[in-house]
T-cell receptor, first 115, second 111 residues
């Protein structure tokens, strides 16, 4: 595709429900990152996928958060039993090789609101 | 290699004046130093980057300088314009698997 695509763009859910956020990276990009951005705050690292290697999950805030990347392309971030503090913009980014020292391309994000 | 400190958190300058934002990193192995700009409601985008084999890089009104001895790099914007108003983030690439961003600087340009 032309860029990193995320869906949905907005998600409103009730506390305790599960949500799935989708990221479609740029075709051919082997590295994929998820970040969380709370209102007016910085970019909090969540998880990183690089090719077929085991993902770096060290940024996931709790075991309610998980992510998968199927076939080295599309990724899904799942939040179980959502809490109000999960409300934020979830940004996905991809890069060509993931070896560092290269540009990250960000999606437009999913605005998650937990009521 | 996961700590990058960014200052100031907010910055307001008169249109036409210069703005400087600084980031300090901890890992001496770091060798790539990018700056991202995030306009209100939009996604972050890379605006300039520098590698450790150079001390300064310019692109029109923006420049990045690197001081490896002191472990800091700075973003310089000259002749600021209203469209420069945004949040700016530096990033630490010392670990290729975990790109950590600075806390951000909200730059406001006063008319």
């Amino acid at each position: 595709g032309a860029g990193v695509s995320q869906s949905p763009s907005n998600k409103v859910t009730e506390k305790g429900k599960d949500v799935e956020l989708r990221c479609d990276p740029i075709s051919g990009h082997t590295a994929l990152y998820w970040y969380r951005q709370s209102l007016g705050q910085g970019l909090e690292f969540l998880i990183y996928f690089q090719g077929n290697s085991a993902p770096d999950k060290s940024g996931l805030p709790s075991d309610r958060f998980s992510a998968e990347r199927t076939g080295g392309s599309v990724s899904t971030l799942t939040i179980q039993r959502t809490q109000q503090e999960d409300s934020a913009v979830y940004l996905c980014a991809s890069s060509q090789t993931g070896t560092g020292r290269e540009k990250l391309f960000f999606g437009s994000g999913t605005q998650l609101s937990v009521l | 290699g996961e700590n990058v400190e960014q200052h100031p958190s907010t910055l307001s300058v008169q249109e036409g004046d210069s703005a400087v934002i600084k980031c300090t990193y901890s890992d001496s192995a770091s060798n790539y130093f990018p700056w991202y700009k995030q306009e209100l409601g939009k996604r972050p985008q890379l605006i300039i980057d520098i590698r450790s084999n150079v001390g300064e890089k310019k692109d029109q009104r923006i420049a990045v300088t690197l001081n490896k001895t002191a472990k800091h790099f700075s973003l310089h914007i000259t002749e600021t314009q209203p469209e420069d108003s945004a949040v700016y983030f530096c990033a630490d690439y010392s670990s290729a698997s975990k790109i950590i961003f600075g806390s951000g600087t909200r730059l406001s340009i006063r008319p």
